[in-house]
């Protein structure tokens, strides 16, 4: 099965400095990407999302992803941590060799020190 | 617009018995899917319904099973319980189904503990 792959279930920044989680799909024929936020106790919310309009796509809170073919990689980045960043992050994909349904990473926890 | 909405919020339960969790959809989408999360497993697909029908099913055992109505809530529910089934319960909805790249729009979430 077509696998998602975010390296790094925890990742640990300084308040203020660069953000960066990464998702890796296998897919032969691109997907369609997402990026969810998890906040304690909630559902996920879309942060952005690749649809092969534009290989930057920029989100909400300061978020962007770039989406590189080659390297078969959504990571996304944010150039300033903010305390209330601290969330889990979720990678997800639908269509290309996903088929329809939306396929998860393991997600990734970010926790911001001040 | 209302967002997603699911009740109950919290339930517990104890092994064996059976529970149904419910899920209302934005206005307006036609599609409702369901996932399960777990610390172990994290986010499985269980199934989708567009317009009352089943587009999508993960790879649960029949004791999950759900439906849609015709004013797109949809309902889930698990028979014969197991402590494995503890786990937050999220729906989500849409205006589409397929391929495509619609985005979904998730619930609280209703989290099951089995005792």
């Known amino acids: 099965a077509q696998s998602v792959t975010q390296l790094g279930s925890h990742v640990s920044v300084s308040e203020g400095a660069l953000v960066l989680l990464r998702c890796n799909y296998s897919?032969?024929?691109?997907?369609?990407l997402f990026w969810y936020v998890q906040y304690p106790n909630q559902g996920l919310q879309l942060l952005l999302k690749?649809?092969?309009?534009?290989?930057l796509v920029k989100g909400i809170n300061g978020f962007e992803a770039e989406f590189k073919k080659s390297e078969t990689s959504f990571h996304l980045t944010k150039p300033s941590a903010h305390m209330s960043d601290a969330a889990e992050y979720f990678c997800a994909v639908r269509g290309g060799e996903y088929g329809n349904k939306l396929v998860f990473g393991a997600g990734t926890i970010l926790r911001v020190k001040s | 617009k209302a967002g997603v909405t699911q009740t109950p919020r919290y339930l517990i339960k104890t092994r064996g018995q059976q529970v149904t969790l419910s899920c209302s959809p934005i206005?307006?989408?036609?599609?409702v899917s369901w996932y399960q999360q777990t610390p172990g497993q994290g986010l499985q697909f269980l199934f989708e319904y567009f317009s009352e029908t089943q587009r999508n099913k993960g790879n649960f055992p029949g004791r999950f099973s759900g439906r849609q109505f015709s004013n797109s809530r949809s309902e889930m529910n698990v028979s014969t319980l197991e402590l494995g089934d503890s786990a937050l319960y999220l729906c989500?909805?849409?205006?589409?189904?397929?391929?495509?790249?619609?985005?979904?729009?998730f619930g609280p979430g209703t989290r099951l503990t089995v005792t």
């Open positions: 897919s032969s024929v691109p997907p369609y």
């Open positions: 690749y649809t092969s309009a534009a290989t």
């Open positions: 206005s307006g989408h036609r599609s």
């Open positions: 989500a909805s849409s205006p589409s189904s397929g391929g495509g790249p619609y985005e979904q729009y």
